[in-house]
């Protein structure tokens, strides 16, 4: 007697094939070795944050180029915007990552209003 052949499903990606039905109705026998499922990680605590240092920074007069102030703290770099007319007579730079950064205009206008506020304070 001949073999009887089916169209095994089963392929991927290529399509079906012609199989005896021998074969498919044979099933392979289950693997011997266990299934091993990896337990879950622990989550690691976060780092805490390092605390910031404190701001430095640079006060330039920008008619003469020369500077007002050079690395130094925010009631040290104050004081010499005490002495400044108008906040356009200066250029302020902070200190980042060991670069010196040129202040936007926002934010010299908040130095600028510290400033006026230190001043206040003061009378």
């Known amino acids: 007697m001949g ?14 094939e012609m199989v005896p039905l021998d ?15 990896p337990p879950e990680r622990t989550p690691r605590e976060p780092k805490p944050p390092q605390p910031r240092a404190p701001r430095r920074f640079r006060v330039i007069d920008v008619l003469s180029r ?18 400044v007319h108008s906040i356009v007579d200066v250029q302020v730079y902070v200190r980042e990552q060991e670069k010196w950064r040129l202040l936007t205009l926002g934010e010299l206008r908040t130095l600028w209003e510290a400033r006026t506020r230190q001043l206040a304070e003061e009378a």
């Open 66 to 83: 020369e500077v007002l102030a050079d690395d130094a703290g925010a009631r040290e770099a104050l004081g010499v915007l005490n002495g």
């Open 3 to 16: 073999r009887v052949w089916v169209l095994d499903t089963e392929t991927k990606g290529t399509g079906a």
């Open 23 to 37: 074969k498919v109705q044979q099933k392979p026998a289950p693997s011997k070795e266990p299934f091993w499922v």
